[in-house]
C-alpha cells in the first residue's frame, strides 16, 4: 500500500490511518483468539457426545467465518480499497 499525503490532508489523515489500522488489528485480533479457542473446542470433543461435537463444530465454523471477514477487511486496506486518506 503506498501512502500519498494529498495537500491538506495533514496530520489528520495520518492519524486516521494509524487509528484505522489498529481497529483492524485488534478486530484481527480478537478474531484469532476466538479461533482458537473454538479449535481448542473442537479438539476437545472428540470424547464428547454428538451434541456436543455439532455444537463445537458450528462454533469453529463460526469463527472462521468471523476471521475470514476481519482478514479480508485488513486486505482491502492493505489493497489500498480503503482510502483513509481521501478528504
Request: hydrophobic letters at 40%; a negative charge.
Amino acid at each position: 500500500m503506498t501512502i500519498e499525503a494529498s495537500p491538506g490532508s495533514g496530520r489528520l489523515a495520518v492519524l486516521g490511518f494509524w487509528l484505522r489500522l489498529h481497529e483492524l488489528e485488534d478486530r484481527h485480533q480478537e478474531s484469532l483468539r476466538r479461533y482458537e479457542v473454538a479449535r481448542r473446542k473442537l479438539e476437545g470433543s472428540r470424547a464428547r457426545p454428538d451434541g456436543e461435537l455439532l455444537r463445537s463444530w458450528e462454533e469453529y465454523c463460526e469463527a472462521i467465518e468471523v476471521l475470514d471477514q476481519a482478514t479480508s477487511a485488513l486486505e482491502l486496506f492493505r489493497g489500498g480499497s480503503i482510502n483513509v486518506f481521501a478528504a
